[in-house]
């Protein structure tokens, strides 16, 4: 006999666990509709070139291949699951341009996969909920997404810190410790900074091909302290020979402007929930980011980013539609979902979407309970009729066990009055209604 398994990295999901789920996919939805952003899906698999190159060395490295497509390999090209929704949609913007309106304001909720080494906050199957704007070079689109993001973890309930730096500032850094060719090999080193430590980085970066002037030269910018507008003034004189490096402190600063004057008046308690820090160690190891960078962290749990994305310039060129800006960010479902989890900022009445359960103590009045089921769910109302009429009190439990707030009791008694006795299982009140009480009591 085979014992029941599923591949590490991956997770079944039951009732409880859905609910929970689609109560983040909700929440994040309905934010991003707030935006004017609107829904679209992409292939779970996609051509094997339309990924390779698009991650860095390290994610084409974790990307999963299709071994077997049911086509003939000399007649199809290698396929691929997707390692993220950012490339698929760059794919889509521009197999499907003449059909869009630009800018094009789109968002996705969909699962990608990694070869990645499975563990806690780090899984090979996981969804992603993607919101961007493709075809405008407007720093609007950064200020849109931090309020999103603000928006989306105040509804959630969770405390978080958005880190923001600009890969022209990474540039500009690159070359003025002499190693403009570099950027990639120290934009992927600096991004693990606060999982291995500083001393594992400069070794890294060394291994990597820096001179140690280079990684020595390094050390003051990243160390950088202060207040978001003294690090930005250090910046200006420390970059003062990078045109790029000038131009993506000037982007940062205009983020930061727009952010202050779509401000509300000082507020200590959303000050509490949400901040923005300028974080120069942030670098985000993907290829395709040429501008501002984002990471969002839960102050109240270690679990790493739960949010990250960023500007890119020509994402679509590859496609053959060049000189395409686009703007996005990608909210990590399932680290939200364990946040929410060890932090329990579930609501607490989740489980179920049924209003009311039909519990009988015989045949006759189970066919009662049907008829009367039918009027309620005509009327909208989301009920269950116990499927047998076994003991009440296994009934009860039924009730209980899916959180459902109301249980109507059908006996001989209630037939003959043309009622059920309604409990609240909630206060455990009991009363005897008619058909159009019940509605009105279940809608309250």
């Known amino acids: 006999m085979q014992k029941p398994s599923i591949p590490k990295g991956t997770r079944d999901f039951g009732q409880l666990e859905m609910a929970r789920r689609n109560y983040i ?84 909720i969909q699962p990608v996969w990694r070869a990645d080494r499975p563990q806690k906050g780090r899984y090979r199957e996981f969804y992603q909920c993607d919101v961007d704007v493709i075809g405008s070079d407007s720093l609007i689109g950064e200020l849109e997404l931090i309020r999103i993001v603000e928006e989306v973890y105040r509804r959630l309930g969770i405390r978080v810190c958005l880190h923001i730096n600009n890969r022209k500032v990474l540039a ?37 091909g820096l001179t140690q002037e280079a990684v020595d030269a390094l050390q003051p910018i990243l160390n950088l302290s202060g207040a978001t507008a003294d690090k930005l003034a250090a910046l200006k004189t420390i970059l003062v020979s990078s045109e790029i490096g000038l131009k993506g402190v000037a982007e940062l600063e205009e983020v930061f402007s727009l952010v202050e004057a779509t401000t509300s008046s000082p507020d200590e308690k959303a000050e509490e929930r949400f901040s923005i820090e300028l ?143 309604l409990k609240n299982m909630v206060s455990g009140e009991q009363e005897l209604v008619d058909l159009e009480n019940l509605k009105n009591r279940i809608l309250l």
């Open 172 to 208: 500009g850094i690159a070359e003025v410790i002499g190693a403009p060719d570099k950027i990639v090999d120290i934009t992927v080193a600096i991004d693990k900074l606060d999982k291995i430590g500083v001393e594992a980085v400069n070794a890294e970066l060394i291994e990597r």
């Open 279 to 421: 974080d120069l160690c942030l670098a985000r190891g993907l290829n395709y980011y040429t501008g501002a960078i984002f990471e969002v962290k839960a102050l109240d749990a270690q679990i790493g980013s739960i949010t990250g994305g960023g500007r890119y310039d020509n994402l679509t060129g590859i496609f053959g539609l060049p000189n395409v800006s686009g703007v996005g960010i990608s909210f990590g479902a399932d680290r939200i979902y364990d946040v929410l989890n060890e932090l329990d900022l579930y609501p607490k009445a989740l489980l179920s979407s049924t209003r009311i359960l039909f519990a009988t103590f015989g045949a006759e009045e189970l066919k009662y309970a049907l008829k009367w089921a039918k009027e309620l769910r005509a009327a909208g109302i989301a009920v269950e009729v116990y499927p047998e009429p076994a003991k009440m009190k296994k009934q009860m439990g039924y009730a209980d066990a899916k959180q459902i707030p109301f249980v109507a009791i059908v006996g001989s008694d209630e037939m003959e009055l043309n009622k059920v006795m």
């Open 25 to 108: 996919f909700d929440t994040i939805k309905s934010v991003f509709s707030l935006y004017g952003f609107q829904q679209i899906e992409t292939p779970a698999m996609e051509n094997i070139g339309t990924l390779m190159g698009k991650y860095g060395e390290e994610g084409d490295k974790l990307l999963f291949r299709i071994q077997n497509s049911g086509e003939k390999a000399a007649l199809a090209p290698e396929k691929g699951l997707r390692y993220d929704l950012t490339v698929p949609f760059a794919r889509y913007v521009v197999q499907h341009r003449d059909e869009l309106q630009f800018p094009f304001k789109r968002f996705q």
